[in-house]
């Protein structure tokens, strides 16, 4: 954990203002005023200018003009200045598989599982993690762990007990498939003990105990596969896993392709459509019906387009990214509310998560709408609208700041100058 980087003292300011001496107040150690530049409401859609935010240990006390923070911060506060930089909200990633570190190639993720202990998974999921959140994103919701166990909820604990550096977590855990139809593909029979990418199952009583499982062992969310290829679970088991879920309290995030797929997820009462490659208009209907989010993940489909020589892999790529345009464009004319998630799930896309928040803006979203999907409404999504998402008293002081105005040039995003997360510096303070 990198220590506070404190940059000036609130009371310098003060006291050059006032004419005090400087010596009259001690600085306050959990007291500070980030002084910004402007920083965005990202409800109204506005920035406030000249603006300050003053933070009481973990979360925000008062955020607004510098003139007004002033008057009511304590004069020991410390001042951290950024009054060059734009800020918004800790970015939030919807869509993420932290332990994942797949190799690229047919039999990569049967490798993945092969070749690397649960230990090293852990380790793995810990760079990753750090990675993630220096590159602006403050929280995740790890939508399951490919295949290492439960390292996903040590990882969690590890970050909020300040053992490792990393965004705010929710974790799946291992998620939940059909027998046969999820990773790896391919693995002879006769070896009966080799690991799975997810829980598998097969009826309704093997999905309640899975759910009951991965709850019992720390799991904040569930996920299912509702397809892979073609529908897999059905309508009935993924009913199951939501009724239980829900009972306690969790959501549920389905992987879902195909217009039946989704149907299928959407009809057993899913929380969020993960994909939704092949989603046509009335599945989009049935979305907004059921008022569930869509989290998009075009980014890696957008980012392998850039390096793919293969004509096949090509067509498809480039089919999936216009059939999101034309599905992003109905999704607005819906009013169907939109989650950010990039699916990173390998060393080459791990901390590159603000490509998907350009994708989107290049598949239709405008980028306030893009800005939103990845804070207010990813907040939303996770049940953590009263804690992160927005700068707002009483949530947390996950700050980014970037050189630049983001609502006219989103690519900004992508190189943030400052990272804050809960009152602590992860990155980039400025000294004086
Ligand atoms: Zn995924």
Known sequence: ????????????????ASGISQTQVEPLPNSFVVKVGKFLDVAKGSYIEDAAIWIEGERIKEAGRFADIQLHAPQG???IDLKHLTVVPGLIDCHTHIMARIPDGPDGYTLNLATKSQAFRALEGAYDARITLEAGFTTVRDVENEGSGY?????????????????????????????GQYNPFGVSPDL????????????????????????????DLIKVYADWDHPTLTTEEMRVVVEEA???????????YTPEGIRNALNAGVDS????NNADRPTLELMKQKDAYWVLTKGHFRDRLKTETNPRIRKYLEETLQRARQNIAIARELGIKIANGFDPASAAEHGKNADEIITATELGLTPLEAIRAATINAADLMGWQDRVGSIEPGKFADLIAVDG???????????????MKGGVVIKGALPQ
């Open 1 to 16: 954990m990198k220590t506070l980087t404190v940059v000036c003292h609130f009371l310098l300011a003060l006291c050059s």
């Open 77 to 79: 506060a410390q001042i």
């Open 151 to 179: 390292a996903d909820v040590a990882l969690r604990d590890a970050i909020n007990q300040g053992l490792a550096e990393g965004p705010r977590m929710q974790v799946a855990t291992r998620a939940i498939a059909a027998v």
């Open 192 to 219: 009966t003990d080799f690991p799975t990418g997810a829980q598998m199952v097969s009826g309704v009583d093997e999905a309640r105990r899975a759910v009951r499982e991965q709850i019992g062992h720390g799991a």
């Open 246 to 256: 829900h009972k306690q309290g969790r959501k549920v995030a389905a992987h879902a």
């Open 273 to 276: 459509i993960e994909h939704g």
């Open 405 to 419: 105005d983001p609502l006219a040039d989103i690519t900004l995003l992508q190189s943030v100058k400052f990272v």
